[in-house]
């Protein structure tokens, strides 16, 4: 599974969204109804799925699912 | 009764010795014995505060908090009132669900981050206010996993031999240490306290596998910055509010999380008994949110996992033996039951435990 599909999955699972809603340019909070608590569980589902972990301010900078999918490819290429 | 263990004779409490230890025949070790919670027992106070008084005190709403925590209002203590004073009733009501006298209990043990003073012990207020006889009462401090830390306590003592009758307590009157101008912590908390009546004998839930730790370099995610000898109280420490709750509330849910799901699973690893025949769930009342993930992780369906965090909001080291005693009073553990608690807080701190209520053992 690619990347994008992965992050995609987590996303549809854990905020209950369609995949179609799911663009790269979809804001977590406005566009997919995530509060605050939504994204810190978002972003431990990314930790357990991808085994790396994420800080505070890394997550606060990711707003988008194009922000993950950027973040976790460069993540990628770091290790 | 076994003559050697005479330490009582030097100083009888009501003509009562304690009961024989288990002995190994071949070696005449002393062989580990089983605990059993034989009674509970809780107290709030009276004076509730809804979500809606909260909109009068700070910019927050109803549905913010009640989305992010599930916490609809919580029980507040007047002037007067200290956590000693809710911890004598919750005893009461543990040693008469027990059967026992004050003076029958060996030992009290209270888990607290608000006790009345740093010191004395609230232990020995509110043993002294019982009339139980010169026992060794202490405090403890293990954030909101204390309870469950006194449990393991418990098990070592009665476990060994060395005492039969302990009485565990988490008490706390966390609005005297809340900031009533931080909205994002103010909402959270309340008081009450919860006692547990722990014993050699059944009928009762046994106290089976456990799992305790605790991680210092994460300290900084939940504080009371001053009043200890790090920071002593000045003036300056009560302008800069200092002696009230901090918690950095996104970081420490994510712990909770993680700390909460590790906690069951290895003190059920350690029990052997598989997730799959746990009953019910009480878990520390921190944040509805929490409560659902651990009971996820634990394949439970929602009508096994006490919850009242609706009533009480968080209080610490209370809100187990609270939650287990309205649980037990509302036959909601009715043997045979396996109960799995489990509790993470301010350290961090991290704590679980199985109690199994064995057919015709119930309270």
């Not at chain 1, 509060?35 to 707003?63: C, H, P, Q």
């Not at chain 2, 306290?193 to 014993?199: F, Y």
């Not at chain 2, 590790?262 to 025949?277: H, I, N, Q, Y």
């Not at chain 2, 037990?328 to 608690?341: D, F, H, Y």
């Amino acid at each position: 599974m690619s990347l994008e599909n992965r992050v995609s999955e987590i996303i549809v699972n854990k905020l209950g969204v369609k995949p179609e809603e799911v663009k790269p340019e979809a804001d977590f909070q406005t566009d997919l109804g995530a509060d605050s608590l939504d994204l810190v569980e978002l972003m431990m589902d990314f930790e357990d799925s991808f085994g790396l972990k994420i800080t505070d301010e890394e997550a606060s900078e990711l707003r988008t699912v194009g922000d993950v999918i950027g973040f976790l490819e460069k993540k990628d290429l770091e290790a | 009764m076994t003559e050697s263990l005479g330490v009582n004779d030097t100083f009888p409490r009501g003509g009562r010795r304690l009961s024989d230890p288990a002995v190994n025949a071949v070696t005449g070790e002393l062989v580990g014995r089983k605990a059993y919670l034989v009674g509970t027992g809780h107290c709030v106070p009276d004076r509730v505060l809804t979500n809606k008084d909260l909109e009068q005190i700070v910019d927050t709403s109803d549905e913010w908090i009640t989305t992010r925590t599930g916490i609809k209002e919580r029980r507040i203590t007047n002037d007067q009132t200290s956590t000693s004073d809710l911890a004598i009733v919750a005893v009461e009501e543990a040693l008469e669900m027990a059967g026992w006298g004050p003076k029958d209990v060996d030992c009290m043990i209270v888990a607290t981050v608000t006790p009345d003073y740093i010191f004395p012990s609230t232990a020995a207020i509110v043993s002294d206010k019982l009339g139980m006889n010169n026992i060794p009462a202490y405090d403890f401090e293990a954030g909101c996993s204390g309870f469950i830390y006194g449990l393991i306590q418990a098990k070592c003592f009665i476990g060994s031999g060395m005492l039969d009758r302990v009485v565990v307590l988490g008490a706390e009157c966390l609005t005297k240490i809340t900031n009533w101008e931080d909205r994002t912590t103010c909402v959270l908390f309340g008081d009450g306290a919860g006692a547990a009546a722990i014993g050699p004998e059944g009928p009762g839930g046994e106290l089976g596998g456990w799992h305790w730790g605790s991680d210092g370099s994460l300290g900084d995610l939940l504080e009371l910055p001053a009043g200890g000898s790090r920071k002593p109280a000045s003036k300056e420490t009560v302008k800069a509010n200092e002696h009230t709750l901090r918690m950095k509330g996104n970081e420490t849910f994510k712990y909770a999380v993680r700390a909460m799901r590790d906690s069951c699973l290895k003190a059920l690893d350690m029990d052997g008994t598989p997730k799959s025949e746990v009953d019910l769930l009480v878990p520390h009342q921190a944040n509805y949110r929490i409560i659902d993930a651990t009971a996820r992780a634990l394949e439970l369906r929602p009508e096994q996992v006490y919850v009242n965090i609706d009533k009480y909001g968080n209080t610490s080291a209370a809100s187990i033996p609270m939650a287990l005693d309205e649980a037990v009073r509302k036959g909601e553990v009715t043997p045979p039951k396996n109960v799995v608690l489990a509790a993470f807080g301010a350290g961090l701190t991290w704590a679980g435990m199985l109690l199994k209520w064995k057919e015709e053992e119930g309270l």
